[in-house]
């Protein structure tokens, strides 16, 4: 089951096994194509996490919203999002 080149790395589970195993990270990252998929997933997730940090401040800010109103809204767009994502899922099928 060492192959693929992950010999050097621990099973999950193992005591040696760290999310913060920076041996096992580089060698993942030294794998084909893993740092192009990598750096898609960055680039396209860095925007949205952008907005939701900045949203509360900028809705409480623009809009004059109390903290409660500006997470009530933060809220709804967190179930449009999840509606949202299950109607494409769903659709896919």
């Known amino acids: ?3 693929a080149g992950l010999t050097g790395l621990s099973l999950p589970g193992s005591p040696r096994a760290s999310v913060f195993d920076l041996k096992a990270i580089a060698s993942l990252l030294r794998l084909p194509d893993v740092p192009r998929i990598f750096l898609v997933k960055v ?3 860095f925007p949205s996490g952008l907005f939701m940090i900045m949203f509360s401040i900028i809705s409480m800010d623009f809009f004059r919203l109390e903290a409660a109103q500006a997470g ?3 809220s709804f767009f967190g179930l449009l999002q999840m509606v ?3 109607q494409g899922l769903l659709r896919a099928q």
């Open 72 to 74: 009530y809204l933060m």
């Open 43 to 45: 680039a396209s997730t």
């Open 1 to 3: 089951m060492a192959s």
């Open 84 to 86: 949202s994502g299950t």
